[in-house]
T-cell receptor, first 113, second 110 residues
Framework: KAGVTQTPRYLIKTRGQQVTLSCSPISGHRSVSWYQQTPGQGLQFLFEYFSETQRNKGNFPGRFSGRQFSNSRSEMNVSTLELGDSALYLC????????????FGSGTQLSVL | GIQVEQSPPDLILQEGANSTLRCNFSDSVNNLQWFHQNPWGQLINLFYIPSGTKQNGRLSATTVATERYSLLYISSSQTTDSGVYFCAVERGTSYGKLTFGQGTILTVHP
């Protein structure tokens, strides 16, 4: 089985722009969750989608949004980028029914200049 | 929210040494996982272990849910074990919402 695929691998944006990141989960997995990793705050949960519905949301401003498509692929969007949004963004997939292992992609490294 | 504390924050070993990493959590959990983050940033799932003991090669993990801690054992360490080890927990109906510890940075010298 192919693993979790995230694109692009690297992104450079300037303040005020918006960005869209993509995540394709493992085949058959219906849950996709997103995390932000920074040196100062560590790994923080952004949101989780299951069958196109957001089930859980972390404590991030409304500039951070996401969606999931019928094929379980997910996108997250950050609008009006700030310098502090520079981070590694990781997505994870799991079957979504009950508890179990989460499998992570390689991440998207976003730099905001 | 739930607090997850890992110790030690840093660990330096010679190849061949054994080590134990600890994860304490502040409340009951339904899910506990250990991850290894490699130098390229990818998080590799090592164990899904809400309770009990599991082994996978040179690695093993034990979670004592009633006492709210988990241990990750690495035996006969190799340079490729270097990286950051994270413990993460999930509770209630927060599916997919893992709370991570701050990690243990492991450096294994040849």
């Amino acid at each position: 089985k192919a693993g979790v695929t995230q694109t692009p691998r690297y992104l450079i944006k300037t303040r005020g722009q918006q960005v869209t990141l993509s995540c394709s989960p493992i085949s058959g997995h219906r849950s996709v969750s997103w995390y932000q990793q920074t040196p100062g705050q560590g790994l923080q949960f952004l949101f989780e989608y299951f069958s196109e519905t957001q089930r859980n949301k972390g404590n991030f401003p409304g500039r951070f949004s996401g969606r999931q498509f019928s094929n379980s692929r997910s996108e997250m969007n950050v609008s009006t980028l700030e310098l502090g949004d520079s981070a590694l963004y990781l997505c994870a997939s799991s079957p979504g029914t009950g508890y179990g292992k989460l499998f992570f992609g390689s991440g998207t490294q976003l730099s905001v200049l | 929210g739930i607090q997850v504390e890992q110790s030690p924050p840093d660990l330096i070993l010679q190849e061949g040494a054994n080590s134990t990493l600890r994860c304490n959590f502040s409340d009951s959990v339904n899910n506990l996982q250990w991850f290894h983050q490699n130098p390229w940033g990818q998080l590799i799932n090592l164990f899904y272990i809400p309770s009990g003991t599991k082994q996978n090669g040179r690695l093993s993990a034990t979670t004592v849910a009633t006492e709210r801690y988990s241990l990750l054992y690495i035996s006969s360490s190799q340079t490729t074990d270097s990286g950051v080890y994270f413990c993460a927990v999930e509770r209630g109906t927060s599916y997919g919402k893992l709370t991570f510890g701050q990690g243990t940075i492991l450096t294994v010298h040849p």
